[in-house]
Structure formats: structure tokens, C-alpha cells
């Protein structure tokens, strides 16, 4: 089992920035992939940005260039900058781990970008 605590989130006029945390504790060593998905009222949740073994990242176009997704291995920590935040960007902000049979989730750290 993994266990995902999320941090961060919070209300942020827009232009402005935000930094994600997300802890994870338990059977560390079966994660093969960790990041970062979000839900805004009455749409689905979508993919935001990843990491994997190897330094491998990647982002969805819509956070591209004003998101970046980091990982700290010696405290089991996977990070997400946000930048420039922008009206759409409000949701909930949920942390993944891809473990060897199944998905992990955290309870979801709610992001609110005012104008």
C-alpha cells in the first residue's frame, strides 16, 4: 500500500504562484511513476503533469511552460511549481502513484485562482 498527502493549495489572484506537495509513505519502492491530475467543478479529471524513473516528465499543453513537476527521492516528495496561474487552473489538485498493480490517490489539495 501508498499512502499520498497532498499540501499546498489555497486561493491565489491570478498571474500569481503555487507550489503543490505531495509525501508519500508505505510500499515506496513499488512506485514506478508519480503525478499530478486536477478535477474543476462539473468536468472530469484530467491529467496535468508526470514523472518516472529516468527524469522522465511530462506536462498536458494546458500547463506547459507554467508548471513544472519535481521529485525528491530522499524524502519521497513530488513537488508541482505553478506559475502564472490562470482562472481555469481552479480545481482540485490530486497526487498519483502508479504502483505495480494499481493506482494510488491522495485525498486532493483545492486550488482557487481569483481574478
Known amino acids: 500500500q501508498v499512502q499520498l498527502v497532498e499540501s499546498g493549495g489555497g486561493l491565489v489572484q491570478a498571474g500569481g504562484s503555487l507550489r503543490l506537495s505531495c509525501a508519500a509513505s508505505?510500499?515506496?519502492?513499488?512506485?514506478?511513476?508519480m503525478g499530478w491530475y486536477r478535477q474543476a467543478p462539473g468536468k472530469q479529471r484530467e491529467f496535468v503533469a508526470g514523472?518516472?524513473?529516468?527524469?522522465?516528465?511530462n506536462y498536458a499543453d494546458s500547463v506547459k511552460g507554467r508548471c513544472t513537476i519535481s521529485r525528491d527521492n530522499a524524502k519521497n516528495t513530488v513537488f508541482l511549481q505553478m506559475n502564472s496561474l490562470e482562472l481555469e487552473d481552479t480545481a482540485v489538485y490530486y497526487c498519483?502513484?502508479?504502483?505495480?498493480?494499481?493506482?494510488?490517490w491522495g485525498q486532493g489539495t483545492q486550488v482557487t485562482v481569483s481574478s
Open positions: 514523472t518516472r524513473s529516468g527524469g522522465i516528465v
Open positions: 508505505g510500499s515506496i519502492s513499488s512506485i514506478t511513476a
Open positions: 498519483n502513484a502508479l504502483g505495480l498493480s494499481r493506482n494510488y
